[in-house]
Each structure stands twice: as structure tokens, then as C-alpha cells.
């Protein structure tokens, strides 16, 4: 297991770039919320893999946080590591 403080004490807090790295990944590493939902305000049309797929208004959509995480612009090439 991955001992975040252990790594905050080696920061070096005055690098801007190094702290926001720090806390994405903090937060990566444990979500605080699993999930959270929307309500479609409008019909709207989404491609999910190769496929168009058409959202009613009103629509409770299930959006899990750990997909959040595994955004390679984000988190760099390593992110499933």
C-alpha cells in the first residue's frame, strides 16, 4: 500500500506542478465519492464505442469516479501502472 504522507514529506512545496501531480493522484488513488449520476436536461446523443446511443431528457445517468481515473492525458502513461 502506498503511504501518501510518507510521500508529502519529500514534496517540495514551493513546485506548483509537483503538488498539483501530488493531489490528482491522491485522489486517484482513493475517490472520495465512489460515484455520483446526472439528469438529462435535454435529449442528447452520446457514441459509446462505435455505436450512437440517444439519451431521453430525464435520463438518471451512473457516472463511476474510477473512470475518472484512467485519463492518460492526465495521469501520463503510467496511469495503469
Request: glycine share 6%; net charge neutral.
Amino acid at each position: 500500500e502506498i503511504k501518501v504522507e510518507n510521500i508529502w514529506d519529500q514534496l517540495n512545496l514551493n513546485d506548483r506542478e509537483e503538488v498539483k501531480r501530488y493531489i490528482y493522484e491522491c485522489g486517484r488513488l482513493r475517490h472520495p465519492v465512489s460515484n455520483t449520476h446526472k439528469v438529462a436536461l435535454e435529449d442528447f446523443t452520446a457514441k459509446i464505442g462505435k455505436k450512437d446511443v440517444l439519451f431521453k431528457k430525464g435520463t438518471i445517468i451512473f457516472i463511476p469516479m474510477l473512470l475518472a481515473s484512467i485519463d492518460e492525458g492526465v495521469y501520463g502513461k503510467s496511469t495503469f501502472e
